[in-house]
């Protein structure tokens, strides 16, 4: 890590050389300048050499990483020194072109070339002063590196480019049959040994880096358990124990969304409401906490679900499992892997891309390199990852020989090949992977916010600026060839997201490595921190609050942090608003600061001034901050910001109007502000470097930018939505534009509204034009047309983009034809909604020339020479409101049955067509549709309905239709019935929710009219229109002598109560607390596609 810093300091020394010409007549100055300079060089240069083998030897010798510390601490203030020199000069140049773009007389641009002098003058001296301070510095610490004797190497600086390859398969796990099948067994059997709990609990014991997640991870995913479960759900529960965290998670598995409750009493409450009746799995991975009060409540809530239900967990502690409520034949002791096991798992890692003649010639050494492994799955993956890397015999052979394995530090049988796969590794990317010591154990993170992390810590300089993210996925993509990061998943929106956790020992590894740079502020049981003051020197901290306490002050003892990350997730933490101007005036060395909200009380309502202090400031994540009401124009001075993170504050209105000045901004996302945001200012055409601009708002108020101003953001990338584009009147605004040069666009949305999303008088209007001049770059994938006023979409532009996969056409109020869209090659999911006045979906559509359609069918012509028509289409969605125009979707005549339509059709949805009369033979037919949904159409609905329809026997192919919210099960004779139980005690509870109950052999046996526990209860079926299916017996199962559970036909009970009282009342009976006795079962209703 040192000779990272120590060679990114060189590299900034080397630039600034040159003595600026203002200060060069005073010469004085400007010797003593480049005198300190050279001083710092020479040293930095001298010690450089000697690097490599000082970070090898401080493994073993504290000294020497108490030597290594000083060095550190010094390269780090000469950065800090370095980078006040270039901000200052950054801040003085935009200044100055300010002035001088504002025309002012000759007297007055004579004062401020006076007063630009004088600054400039102070400011040099200034640098001066300090670099001779950390000369002194340098001098005592060149003279200890003689005392320890390093050895001399060349310096050569590894610039390489990284080796691009497909990711290695994590998901091939050797050696765990055997334990997977008894941990199935377990979940799965009827008679669990749990020694009677309702609720049993089964631990995966074992050591670090053994591989209980993977087994718990094979058990979960393993077709069994699958089928055995209503419901399963994985927690990664780490350290610290957050059982409100761990609760929301449980709610949220449940719902299948977001959880606004705030809360534990209530959360527990609903979690108990979901719960019950469902047999449930509930896995919880990495549990460390040995406070059984935090667990029980947690417990309590579970203990409503149904027999057969389990919790597994995965602990390194025996003593956390007995906790958590593990008898001792539950506690599953996990073994290390055999040498063979551990062998193949480490050479199909090492030998990926090597000839089988290059693999016979290292066998030899790679299994006595297995051998140190111990069993260790995770050693054997850090290990391979490193030896891939390594070509010839001689480079394992100095593997195996390392000192490494003889270090002595906490998880010893782990650490050595962590110290060695670490470094290994070149200067860039030790820094990196050194950096994620600052994040939480187990916290889950999206790549691209670890690489504009990276980028603020300037891990990623060296090469062109416009590359630096390209550089920082290079880097990543490296570290996760090497094992340091595993757990990959797509995003659930986007599957281009990536998200990542590091395993904890690794995380544990980096801490050990950072223990002096890196702090974690973490307080339990509203006690202060007790700080170890030989950290306050720290460069990256955390602050995690677990209860209500006066941590925040503890902060500003760590002054020269360039990394904070408060994480407001746990506890109120309003206070921390309140100290918000000390810790911008005194945490000065800050790069990257996140203030990012996990709770909605705690959002920032004010940014205070102070934040203009943070001069070296790079990135400032504010997202979530739903109380944020403007940006103070100080964050304009901040000319070092890359990234500005502006997502859900949903009440900001404005950006401050200096948001020109901060030139260096990249990546400004400001999209997902509930439509708060009314304008962006003049000037953001002067940030030529931004490659995210989320949103961009178009006013017809002259004081703000207008589309011309996009020109020059030639950098943009993924997503952009232009919104407002209702208050454009002049269409060479649009074309100055120039969207077709912005290559890396992706996804472009485009909202004909006015700002603050209301409508003007489209119709006097040409959006036809307007959308024309909006021409994007070729490779666009995704687009969203929405508010568009002109009664077709012609375009020419639109039919040339050939990885468009996605397309959008929402309230295009006065759209009456749509446009060729099946030419579109790549399109695979379109969605036409909202209102419009679509009288009839033609040939036109289908995107075919006239040429093609009049082709004669030739029985000599094979197969593939025919015609298609939407060849990649998988995803159709009609959903309009009230769509009265629309009455014909043109089928193909005779002549036209030669063409090929939607011939990958996955899903097809019809809603709000009162007038449509059928469906195309093209869709009816279509063999490869697996889903038909078609709500509030009458005329298609009853041409569909089951047996008796008209269409009936053309769709009857399809293995899931839903007509008017109701699932059609083809291969029955009746509405398809979902049962589930419910807990009534008295006849007067049933009544009122099932309506009509037949009762032949219904009994009640008191004057209150409590249910016979042995009476059997017969039902009535109806279809949606409210016609009798026909009758079915269901079974009376009581459970005590004052409650049975009815098992109820879920689509009876909601028909009934329609029927009877209206969808609305329906939905108003869920709320009810009168209803209490049978939440759970309406809680599943509201969890479901049916309500």
């Not at 006595?368 to 054997?380: H, M, S």
């Not at 009994?1003 to 042995?1014: G, M």
């Amino acid at each position: 890590m040192a000779k990272s810093i120590v060679s990114a300091v060189l590299e900034k020394l080397s630039s600034l050389l040159m003595i600026p010409g203002e200060i060069k007549h005073n010469f004085e100055l400007a010797l003593a300048l480049e005198e300190e300079m050279g001083k710092v060089i020479a040293h930095f240069q001298d010690i450089q050499s000697v690097l490599q083998d000082a970070e090898s030897k401080q493994v073993k010798d504290a000294n020497v990483r108490n030597w290594l510390k000083k060095l550190k601490d010094v390269a780090y203030d000469v950065d800090d020194v370095l980078d006040e020199w270039n901000s200052e000069k950054l801040k003085s140049q935009i200044e100055k072109e300010q002035k001088e773009a504002r025309n002012f007389p000759l007297l007055k641009k004579m004062r401020n070339s006076i007063s630009s002098f004088t600054f400039q003058t102070i400011l040099y001296y200034k640098i001066a002063s300090k670099l001779n301070g950390v000369n002194e510095q340098l001098d005592t610490i060149a003279t200890e590196k003689d005392r320890y004797k390093f050895g001399l190497e060349k310096v050569v600086e590894e610039p390489r480019r990284l080796i691009t390859a497909s990711f290695i398969d994590d998901e091939e796990v050797y050696g765990r049959c055997q334990e997977t099948k008894i941990l199935v067994n377990m979940l799965v059997a009827e008679n669990s040994s749990g020694g009677g709990l309702k609720l049993p609990v089964i631990s995966i014991m074992g050591m670090g880096g053994i591989g209980k997640t993977t087994l718990a991870q094979l058990v979960y995913n393993h077709s069994d358990v699958e089928c055995h479960f209503d419901k399963r759900i994985w927690i990664c529960v780490s350290d610290p124990f957050n059982e409100i965290r761990i609760a929301k998670e449980i709610l949220e598995a449940f719902k299948g969304e977001s959880s606004n409750l705030v809360g534990k009493d209530n959360i527990l409450q609903e979690i108990r409401s979901h719960v019950s009746g469902k047999k449930v799995l509930l896995v919880l991975d990495d549990v460390w906490s040995e406070d059984a009060t935090r667990w029980e409540q947690l417990k309590t809530s579970l203990k409503h679900c149904s027999p057969g239900s389990r919790i597994l967990i995965t602990t390194r502690n025996e003593k956390v499992a007995i906790i958590m409520g593990t008898t001792s034949p539950n506690l599953f002791l996990l073994n290390t892997l055999s040498l063979e096991e551990c062998w193949s798992l480490l050479s199909r890692r090492a030998y990926y891309g090597r000839t089988r003649e290059e693999s016979e010639n290292l066998d030899d050494i790679g299994r006595k390199i297995a051998e140190k492994c111990q069993g260790l799955p995770l050693a054997a993956k850090i290990l391979g990852g490193l030896l891939r890397f390594k070509r010839t015999r001689e480079q394992w052979q100095n593997v195996l020989d390392s000192e490494m394995w003889d270090i002595e530090e906490a998880e010893q049988d782990l650490f050595p090949p962590l110290f060695l796969s670490y470094y290994e590794l070149p200067s860039a990317l030790k820094q990196c992977i050194s950096y994620c010591a600052v994040f939480p154990k187990g916290m889950i993170l999206r790549k691209d916010e670890l690489i504009k992390l990276w980028m603020a810590q300037d891990y990623l300089k060296g090469v062109r600026c416009e590359e630096m993210e390209i550089v920082g996925e290079e880097y990543f993509d490296e570290l996760h060839m090497r094992s340091f990061f595993q757990d990959f998943r797509g995003d659930e929106l986007d599957s281009d997201i990536i998200k990542y956790k590091m395993h904890d020992l690794i995380h544990d590894f980096l801490l050990v490595l950072m223990k002096t740079e890196c702090v974690m502020l973490v307080n339990h049981d509203s006690e202060e921190l007790k700080l170890d003051l030989s950290c306050e020197r720290a460069r990256y901290g955390t602050l995690i609050r677990k209860e209500a306490a006066p941590t925040e002050p503890n902060i500003f003892r760590f002054r020269k942090l360039r990394s904070l990350l408060i994480d407001s997730s746990y506890h109120d933490t309003s206070s921390l608003r309140l100290y918000l101007p000390r810790l911008f005036d005194q945490l000065t060395c800050l790069r990257t600061l996140n203030l990012s909200n996990g709770l909605f009380r705690n959002s920032i309502e004010e940014l205070p001034d102070e934040i203009g202090k943070l001069v070296h400031l790079r990135y400032l994540n504010l997202k979530n901050n739903k109380k944020l009401k403007e940006l103070p124009e100080s964050l304009c001075g901040l000319c070092n910001l890359q990234t500005l993170n502006l997502k859900w504050c949903d009440s900001l209105k404005e950006l401050p109007c200096g948001i020109g000045k901060i030139i260096n901004l990249r990546h400004l996302e400001n999209d997902q502000t509930n439509l708060s945001l009314m304008a962006i200012p003049k000037g953001i055409g002067r940030l030529t470097n931004l490659q995210t601009l989320g949103l961009f708002v178009v006013t017809s108020n002259s004081d703000t930018s207008s589309l011309g101003d996009l020109q020059n953001l030639i950098h943009l990338r993924g997503l952009l939505k232009i919104s407002g584009l209702g208050a454009v009147c002049d269409v060479t605004e649009a074309e100055k534009a120039e969207l077709e040069n912005k290559k890396g666009l992706r996804t472009l949305i485009l909202d004909f509204t006015i700002s603050k999303g209301l409508m003007s008088n489209r119709w006097q209007r040409d959006d036809g034009r307007l959308l024309e001049a909006l021409r994007p770059p070729p490779y666009l994938e995704e687009l969203e047309i929405w508010w568009y006023s002109s009664p077709t979409i012609s375009a020419n532009w639109m039919m040339g983009l050939t990885k468009l996969s996605h397309v959008s056409l929402g309230y295009c109020l006065h759209l009456k034809s749509l446009p060729p869209l099946g030419k579109l090659p790549s399109l695979e999911s379109l969605y036409i909604g909202g209102r419009s006045r679509v009288e009839k979906v033609s040939v036109e559509f289908l995107g075919v020339e006239r040429e093609e359609i009049l082709a004669p069918s030739s029985s000599l012509e094979s197969p593939s020479s025919s015609v298609i028509a939407f060849p990649s289409l998988k995803h159709f969605e009609f959903e309009f409101f009230d769509l009265e125009e629309w009455e014909d979707w043109v089928p193909l005549t005779s002549r036209e049955e030669h063409i090929s339509i939607m011939p990958r059709l996955c899903s097809l949805t019809i809603n709000s067509c009162p007038k449509l009369k059928a469906l195309p033979c093209y869709v009816l037919h279509n063999t490869s549709l697996k889903q038909l949904n078609i709500s509030q159409s009458p005329i298609l609905s009853e041409r569909c309905r089951k047996e008796t329809g008209e269409d009936w026997l053309k769709i009857s192919h399809i293995p899931s239709i839903m007509i008017d919210s109701v699932r059609i099960q083809v291969n029955c004779s009746s509405v398809e019935e979902f049962g589930l139980f419910v807990k009534f005690e008295f006849q007067s509870e049933l009544m009122c929710i099932t309506g009509e109950v037949y009762t032949s052999d219904f009994q009640a046996c008191d004057d209150e009219k409590r249910l016979d526990r042995n009476c059997v209860l017969r039902q009535v079926t109806w279809d949606a229109t409210g016609k009798k299916e026909g009758d079915w017996s269901m079974l009376c199962l009581f459970v005590s002598q004052d409650f049975f559970l009815v098992e109820v036909d879920k689509f009876v009970v909601q028909r009934v109560i329609e029927r009877r009282c209206g969808r609305s009342s329906f939905l108003e009976l869920v709320n009810s607390a009168l209803y209490v006795k049978y939440f759970s079962l309406i809680t599943y209703f509201l969890s479901s596609s049916y309500v």
